[in-house]
């Protein structure tokens, strides 16, 4: 809440409280929320903002999103005209990259970096990078359909599309181009992770057994050391029988092939 | 050969769909390389950390600010900003943030100087344009905080170093006032802020920094008008030119009240030196001015007296200043000489003493000093050591310290034009440069270790000595040409007029060429390099002469500024020869007829759209008058909408008999009607392109005939409301037109209208197909289409007595007048990405089968099997169809990350893709070129003439030894066992004689 009243009066003159109004105002027409409700988070939270002034604002930021953190995303969903500006019909579309931090923790060395995720805004006209805790924003945009797209390596993300529209200024719709899936507040998470990689399968003996040359080694021991079991296992007379066969067939023996088979 | 590779390539083509290109990850760097460059250094400021490594943040006009190691140069960091996001001024804050202004001071970024990582973002808005300043007074503190003072927009802003959040700010609103300079004296509260209004007013502002309340606004108009910027001579002193150049003016806004002093630049320099202008320097007391030949150095002393300290006619280059103790600022200069350049650091207030003074040796491949940045450090007897950073006219960034380069950045490959390739040398007999092995020891350690790698026993140190070992094979990055075609040089020509020569085996630069010809001159003002060509390529005297290649250049940004051609050796680098042209270089055909020494003959096109034969021989002409006739090109106007066919037309009719000039005459015209569309992209295939087959058999036994012809252009057209960014249209209001247009008669041959669609266009053109990349407005999605062009005349020739005898492209009559029997096939697919860059793999014969390289947002380069845009796919296929290979249809066209070819790489900013074919059938070389580089290998069909590099010898030597060990083990057991059978037979029989004698000796 703190987070998000301190963003948008960065963008305009007023003060902070009356501003966060407004925010809250464009919020409740949305969510139908009542406006007194955050009016008094709004002077609750300028209280304590006077107190401990001093501090980082990192510290001020977690404390703050830990008590509000629902409404603070709701806040920053909503798209705060810039009153400031020279022409009227400029928004400012906020949002942010979350990262699960269970994925990536395998493969290489790029997860926890977001300081190399890029956001860009239709095609590369605008390109904004994330703030340590995943929120982005892009100022001065003119009301319309806008797509939002999220370079991250090794993570695929679905290219967002952002209505923004002129009429009832302040609401923004998106929704997930890829499966169109409508998204009730801009936070962008990956679809899926990318490898890049084939991963090498570890040594073990079934590949090499399996691979074209393990084969003709195998086949070849089958041949020469299970053949001669099985003719052991047969009867003798038989044995014989089949020997004179083959002789008198003139079917060469192993031994004959050989050099050494000559011999006899 | 090629039937061999054909049935191969047949055998491969109907393996299953797996992505073609993968890696494991331990073959990355075998065949590709990557590198990072930051481009030509605009700002840099050096961080004063103590503890940790020293750094210093640059920013680049690539629109890149980076953080760089300061002992070797390497990157630490960088990122690289949107296009319109250009950067104006950088600075560190609180010593551990880096602070940005860019998009013309409307967008403030804070960065984490460690890592990176962006702190805070803040949007500025102001009433109108104006410059933009980025004070970061190291005093002025707010509550704790340090507060970061900006001009921008017209408005003052004090802004939170921590949060970014403004603090207060102050418009200057008055509709004239053009502000020059914000200062913040140091030890003060005040700001002060002076520019011209209606540009003979000079006005000042004081503001208290506290809160941005107006103290005082005093003006003093000055007749004369000013002229060009000011320097600030001290915190409460300006100096402007008046309108002439020729008088200086001192103003002095000292507590408030304007002061001025008039002194024409001739009281101080005797000579006349023409209208001059100051150069900006940040060093107090000092500042320069320069006329064409002269830079000329004053001093101020005391009340608006001006004193020369010197006047030189180098070329010069000044530092900002640097303050080294409470009242000391110290300087760098920069002059040249012949091939040194002279380094001296002064102080402010005394000019003729040198704090230090070193000459550096320089190469001149490296042009003049553009900017220099001086840095101290504290040597261990405690006095003051310098260092400087300076930027090249090659944009090379080096760092100089006592005397010598510690290090030096090629940072002019950030900007590559254009890109060509040229062979290396051919291997001659006796002069070899491969290395052999050290000796037996070397090489049988090598062998284990390989052997264990592929056994998978190694360790991982023993896989990294394997990793290192593959890199440096010294087999990739020898410097003769290979069998397979894999090695050669990559010739790129760089913003800054500079030729680099890289070598595909390892990227490192073979050589680099300032060209003369590029070079700033009295009759070039401001030459800019267009494009390379082949100009000679030796096959038949490949052994005695060099290939070289033509850089077509002109002076100045217009079109119709006079062209300067260049001619350079691609093995040495020499500049053969340069040509001064008297016209201009609107076009340049490369035409495909080459005289007896190999030269490419080359045909430019002027403004006046007279036609210029290069080179200029007899011999050159009289090829070129036997092909006369069979010279059409065509010219495209996207401005007006304009197509048009050239002919020949007969020889110049100036005043001046020029043999080489030839008239030309316009054939066809094709003009899209300005108000419903506008030309956004325009392709033809690549000219060197070589298509193996023409007829493709279809699943029933059937053939299609390619349409093949290398006169075909694609055009696409859009709506000039949908010409803007995404989201600025409606669909209805939005189409896409495209076009297949024949540029030799003009006749539009395939038109398709796509309603609902928005550019910007990417398209690629190969054999008789084109694909194309633009945006869906109803899906909100990309897509892609592909369109294939058959001939239809030759359709009946479906057996192969038919296709000798039958109907043939070559005997029917090309006329204008009859419609060339064509059908084309179109579909289209959903695809998640933006492109940046589109391109197709080519190969040496064009037997490998196709992939489409897409350079995607994200700056990565996707291989795409041409396979899943193919128009004849269907969602159920038949068994036929399934065999031919034949893909089920789908409505998005699939990513699969392991078919990334860039992997898990950036090439940060990628502009364009170039693939070149090796002389091995199954591979393509990439090269891929933004901000960074990147170059890898393709085998679109997998390597199916030669073995993958990670094909197991030893398995197969083992294999071998197995075999043969097994075929003497059983050729041993097999006799002992046939020696023993016979001895029982023996045995048997011996017995049974016995036996007998024993029964006859009993008889």
């Known amino acids: ?69 629902p409404l603070l995303l709701l806040l920053l969903l909503s798209s705060a005209p810039s009153f400031s500006s020279g022409s009227r019909n400029a928004y400012n579309i906020n949002g942010r990259v979350k990262i699960p931090q269970g994925l990536g923790t395998k493969g290489y060395a790029l997860p926890g970096r977001m300081s190399n995720v890029k956001v860009l805004l239709n095609g590369g ?44 200024p302040g609401k923004v719709q998106a929704a997930l181009t890829e499966n169109r899936k409508g998204l009730s507040e801009l936070v962008l998470e990956p679809l899926r992770e990318e490898q890049y990689y084939e991963i090498r399968e570890p040594f073990s003996i079934m590949s090499l057994l399996k691979s074209p040359m393990g084969l003709m080694v195998g086949f070849m021991l089958a041949v020469a050391f299970l053949m001669p079991k099985l003719v052991e296992n047969m009867d003798p007379e038989e044995m014989r029988r089949a020997q004179e066969e083959m002789r008198s067939q003139g079917v060469p023996s192993l031994s004959s092939l050989l050099p050494g088979g000559a011999r006899n | 050969m090629a039937i061999r590779s054909f049935f191969l390539f047949i055998l491969f083509f109907s393996s299953s769909l797996s992505p073609v290109f993968s890696l494991y990850e331990d073959q990355v760097g075998l065949m590709d390389w990557h590198q990072q460059y930051i481009g030509k250094v605009k700002q840099a400021v050096f961080s004063s950390q103590r503890a940790g490594r020293k750094r210093v943040v640059v920013s680049t006009e690539e629109n890149v600010i980076a953080s760089l190691d300061l002992r070797h140069g390497e990157i630490f960091w960088r990122h690289l900003l949107g296009a319109d996001d250009v950067i104006d001024g950088i600075d ?83 509709e004239s006032f053009e502000v020059q300079q914000v200062i913040q004296p140091p030890g003060s509260d005040l700001i002060y802020v002076v520019g011209f209004a209606a540009s003979y007013q000079f006005e000042m502002y004081q503001i208290n920094a506290k809160n941005g309340e107006l103290l005082k606004h005093e003006s003093a108009s000055f007749s004369s008008g000013f002229s060009g910027e000011v320097s600030l001579v001290s915190t409460e002193t300006v100096v402007a030119l008046d309108s002439t150049g020729s008088i200086l003016l001192t103003i002095s806004f000292q507590d408030g009240k304007i002061s001025s002093q008039q002194t024409p630049i001739s009281n101080l320099v005797e000579e006349s030196l023409g209208p001059a202008v100051i150069i900006p320097s940040s060093v107090s007391g000092i500042f320069a001015i320069k006329t064409d030949a002269v830079t000329v150095f004053i001093r101020v002393i005391g009340e608006g007296k001006l004193e020369v300290v010197e006047k030189t006619t180098h070329e010069i280059a000044v530092s900002d200043a640097l303050s080294i103790s409470e009242d000391q600022e110290a300087f760098a200069l920069i002059q040249h000489a012949s091939s040194e350049i002279h380094l001296t650091v002064k102080l402010a207030h005394d000019w003729d003493g040198n704090l230090l003074k070193e000459s550096v040796k320089m190469d001149r491949q490296r042009g003049l000093v553009h900017k220099v940045f001086i840095n101290n450090y504290i040597r261990t007897d405690r006095s003051y050591g310098f260092r400087v950073l300076i930027v090249m006219e090659d944009h090379s960034l080096l760092l100089l310290q006592q005397g010598e380069i510690v290090w030096s ?71 003769t040409r290979d069998h397979n075609g894999f090695r050669k040089l990559l010739i790129v020509l760089t913003r800054a007029g500079k030729l680099f020569a890289l070598h595909t085996g390892d990227g490192r630069i073979v050589w680099s060429h300032l060209l003369r010809s590029l070079h700033k001159s009295e009759a070039c003002q401001s030459p800019i390099g267009l494009n390379l060509y082949q100009w000679q390529v030796p096959h038949h005297h490949a052994m005695d002469e060099n290939p070289s290649v033509l850089v077509v250049s002109r002076c100045g940004p217009s079109s119709d500024a006079p062209g300067v051609l260049s001619f350079v050796d691609t093995y040495t680098g020499k500049e053969l020869s340069s040509l001064s042209l008297d ?67 007969c020889k110049c009719t100036g005043e001046v008999a020029d043999e080489f000039c030839f008239d030309t005459r316009d054939l066809w015209s094709v003009v899209f009607p300005s108000e419903s569309e506008k030309i956004v992209a325009t392709v033809t295939r690549k000219l060197n392109e070589v298509v193996h087959t023409q007829a493709k058999v279809v699943a029933d ?38 076009y297949l247009i024949d540029t030799v008669t003009g006749r539009i041959l395939h038109r398709v209208t796509h309603h609902g669609l928005q550019g910007p266009v990417h398209a690629v053109f190969s054999e008789n197909w084109v694909v194309y990349h633009y945006f869906n407005l109803r899906a909100h999605r990309y897509e892609m289409s592909v369109i294939e062009i058959y001939d239809q005349s030759r359709a009946d020739n479906k057996d192969v007595w038919k296709l000798v005898l039958g109907k043939h492209n070559l005997t029917s009559p090309i006329s204008l007048f009859s419609r060339p029997e064509v059908i084309t096939k179109s579909q289209s697919y959903f695809f998640t990405h933006s492109l940046k860059a589109i391109a197709v793999t080519s190969t040496a014969k064009g037997i490998t089968s196709k ?80 901000v960074d580089l990147f170059f890898t290998q393709l085998a679109p069909s997998r390597t199916y003439d030669s073995l993958t590099e990670d094909f197991s010898y030893a398995l197969l030597l083992i294999t071998i030894v197995a075999l043969v060990a097994a075929i003497f083990v059983t050729w041993r057991l097999s006799e002992r066992k046939e020696l023993q059978e016979k001895w029982s037979f023996y045995s048997a029989f011996a017995s049974q004689s016995t036996f007998s004698s024993l029964f006859l000796c009993d008889n």
Request: charged letters at 20%; aromatic letters at 8%.
């Open chain 2, 92 to 174: 560190i804050g609180l010593g551990k943030y880096v602070i940005t202004l860019s998009s013309g001071g409307s967008i403030l970024r804070s960065w984490n100087l460690p890592d990176g990582q962006m702190v805070w973002e803040s949007s500025l808005q102001g009433p109108k344009h104006s410059k933009s300043f980025l004070l970061v007074p190291t005093n002025l503190k707010f509550d704790k905080d340090n507060v970061l003072v900006v001009f921008s927009n017209g408005r003052l802003h004090a802004i939170s170093c921590i949060d970014g959040e403004v603090l207060w700010k102050k418009d200057f609103e008055a």
């Open chain 2, 851 to 930: 992939q489409l390289l897409l350079g995607t947002i994200g700056d990565q380069v996707l291989a795409l099997d041409k396979r899943f845009l193919d128009p004849r796919r269907t969602v159920n296929p038949t068994q036929a169809e399934k065999e031919e290979g034949i893909i089920p249809l789908t409505d998005s066209l699939p990513i699969i990350p392991q078919s990334y070819v860039t992997h898990a790489l950036r090439v940060e900013g990628l502009r364009g893709i170039i693939t070149v074919p090796a002389k091995l059938e199954s591979t393509t070389l990439v090269f891929a070129h933004g």
């Open chain 1, 1 to 69: 809440m703190a987070f998000s009243c301190k963003n948008s009066s960065k963008f305009n003159g007023f003060s902070g409280c009356i501003k966060m109004v407004m925010v809250g105002t464009s919020a409740i027409m949305m969510q139908r929320r009542t406006l007194a409700m955050e009016a008094s988070l709004c002077v609750k939270k300028s209280k304590k903002k006077g107190a401990d002034s001093v501090t980082r604002p990192n510290s001020q930021i977690s404390a703050a999103m830990a008590a509000v953190t």
């Open chain 1, 125 to 168: 006209q605008n390109i904004t990078f994330l703030r340590p805790d995943g929120y982005f924003s892009f100022h001065n945009i003119p009301a319309g359909t806008h797509l939002i797209e999220v370079s991250a390596i090794g993570y695929f993300f679905s290219p967002v599309r952002v209505d923004v529209s002129a009429r009832n």
């Open chain 2, 701 to 738: 036994q059937d053939v299609m005939y390619k349409y093949i012809s290398r006169n075909l252009l694609f055009v696409a057209t859009v709506a000039p409301k949908g010409s803007g960014e995404i989201g600025s249209v409606t669909p209805e209001e939005s189409w896409l037109v495209a």
């Open chain 2, 583 to 649: 016209h201009a270089v609107v076009q340049v055909i490369p035409l495909p007829y080459t005289d007896s020494t190999e030269q490419r003959l080359h045909l430019l096109i002027n403004a006046d759209k007279h036609a210029h034969l290069y080179p200029k021989t007899s011999e050159a002409l009289s090829i070129f008058k036997r092909e006369f006739l069979n010279i059409y090109w065509y010219s495209v106007e996207d401005q007006n909408g304009i197509i048009k066919g050239h002919a020949l037309k």
């Open chain 2, 409 to 479: 950045r090629e940072d002019g490959l950030a900007s590559i034009i254009d890109v060509t390739t040229s062979e290396l040398p051919v291997e001659r007999n006796g002069v070899s440069v491969a290395k052999v092995e050290h000796n037996l020891f070397e090489w049988l350690k090598g062998h284990m270790l390989k052997l264990k790698g592929t056994l998978m026993l190694a360790s991982p140190e023993d896989m990294a000595a394997i990793q290192s070992m593959r890199l440096k094979s010294s087999e990739k990055s020898k410097m």
